[in-house]
């Protein structure tokens, strides 16, 4: 597989608060995708859960299913109880040819509560790392056998949030882990995206593509707000409209075969959806031509 462009609904209706982009109907959301020159699409609460359901939505637009979030509670249970809950999302990633699993660990998360500022998100203590890292493992050997690499998505308000958090949680799971790279989570989380995927560029197997604005990133750190509100303040946006140099993010990342998606979750009354969705699918492909990958898009 070489290298897709993919993106994902929530720049056009948020999972977290669906107020954002609530009325916008999934039609819309898929034909701008495609408009906007995207090979596929992540899945969000508006999109089918059947395969035919899914496939029958996805067609018109020549788009595929890059692959779906997944929200752990292995924190609180054992992997095969994570597997049981797990099994009606692993289904239908299968049926549609997805090749990776979005995963993240959120039992006790706070980055869906608007009420919360992010300095009171959870932090694991340094000995229940390696528990953690066993859990994760198992689910991930047990989904990389059906064909499903499971890709950690490291995010705000979450265990795995700072550049200290990665690197536990990196060596506390064995190589059935791979990490989703998102960019905009690293940056506001304190990382150089570069530097995480120098550092782990031989388990990155999905990245993200989200940009940061620096002046709403330092007024939410220092008013202390949620994460809902400082994304409603424009905190992130698409690639080149923000303080990320994805150019030395992707030459970090050699020889990556995979999908690159943009994610970059805002509030569509302010960022037109579409609008952005061409800045950002334009400032991925030259970035992309620039940093040596083949030069196949438009």
Same mark, same amino acid.
Request: charged share 25%.
């Given at each position: 597989?070489?290298? %897709?462009?993919?993106?994902?609904?929530?720049?056009?209706?948020?999972?977290?608060?669906?107020?954002?982009?609530?009325?916008?109907?999934?039609?819309?959301?898929?034909?701008?995708?495609? *408009?906007?020159?995207?090979?596929?699409?992540?899945?969000?609460?508006?999109?089918?859960? *059947?395969?035919?359901?899914?496939?029958?939505?996805?067609?018109? !637009?020549?788009?595929?299913? /890059?692959?779906?979030? !997944?929200?752990?509670?292995?924190?609180?249970?054992?992997?095969?109880? *994570?597997?049981?809950?797990?099994?009606?999302?692993?289904?239908?990633?299968? $049926?549609?040819?997805?090749?990776?699993?979005?995963?993240?660990?959120? +039992?006790?998360?706070?980055?869906?509560? @608007?009420?919360?500022?992010?300095?009171?998100?959870?932090?694991?203590?340094?000995?229940?790392?390696?528990?953690?890292? %066993? %859990?994760?493992?198992?689910?991930? *050997?047990?989904?990389?056998?059906?064909?499903?690499?499971?890709?950690?998505?490291?995010?705000?308000?979450?265990? /795995?949030? +700072?550049?200290?958090?990665?690197?536990?949680?990196?060596?506390?799971?064995?190589?059935?882990?791979?990490?989703?790279?998102?960019?905009?989570?690293?940056?506001?989380? $304190?990382?150089? #995206?570069?530097?995480?995927?120098?550092? !782990? @560029?031989?388990?990155?197997?999905?990245?993200?593509?989200?940009?940061?604005?620096?002046?709403?990133?330092?007024?939410?750190?220092?008013?202390?707000?949620?994460?809902?509100?400082?994304?409603?303040?424009?905190?992130?946006?698409? #690639?080149?409209?923000?303080?990320?140099?994805?150019? +030395?993010?992707? @030459?970090?990342?050699?020889?990556? %075969?995979?999908?690159?998606?943009?994610?970059?979750?805002?509030? #569509?009354?302010?960022?037109?959806?579409?609008?952005?969705?061409?800045?950002?699918?334009?400032?991925? /492909?030259?970035?992309?031509?620039?940093?040596?990958?083949?030069?196949?898009?438009?």
């Amino acid at each position: 597989m070489s290298i %897709r462009i993919g993106a994902n609904p929530i720049g056009w209706s948020n999972d977290d608060l669906r107020e954002l982009g609530g009325a916008t109907p999934l039609e819309v959301c898929l034909a701008e995708a495609a *408009e906007a020159g995207f090979e596929g699409m992540e899945l969000g609460h508006k999109f089918p859960r *059947e395969v035919t359901a899914l496939k029958a939505a996805l067609a018109p !637009y020549g788009l595929d299913c /890059v692959s779906g979030w !997944y929200s752990a509670e292995l924190l609180r249970r054992e992997p095969e109880a *994570e597997l049981a809950a797990l099994r009606p999302h692993l289904d239908l990633l299968k $049926g549609m040819g997805s090749t990776v699993l979005v995963f993240a660990e959120t +039992s006790n998360a706070i980055h869906g509560e @608007r009420g919360t500022p992010l300095s009171r998100r959870p932090v694991l203590a340094a000995g229940d790392w390696a528990e953690l890292g %066993r %859990r994760v493992t198992a689910v991930a *050997e047990a989904t990389l056998n059906e064909g499903v690499r499971l890709v950690y998505h490291h995010h705000m308000g979450t265990v /795995v949030q +700072s550049e200290a958090d990665i690197d536990a949680f990196m060596a506390a799971t064995g190589p059935a882990v791979h990490l989703l790279l998102d960019t905009g989570h690293a940056t506001w989380g $304190g990382t150089d #995206p570069a530097a995480l995927a120098g550092r !782990y @560029r031989d388990r990155i197997s999905h990245v993200h593509t989200k940009d940061v604005r620096a002046a709403v990133m330092a007024e939410a750190g220092a008013k202390d707000w949620s994460f809902l509100d400082s994304v409603i303040a424009g905190v992130y946006t698409v #690639p080149g409209d923000g303080m990320v140099d994805f150019g +030395s993010v992707f @030459r970090e990342l050699p020889g990556y %075969r995979g999908w690159v998606v943009v994610e970059a979750e805002q509030d #569509p009354e302010k960022a037109h959806p579409l609008t952005y969705a061409k800045k950002g699918y334009a400032h991925l /492909v030259e970035t992309l031509k620039a940093a040596g990958f083949e030069s196949r898009w438009a």
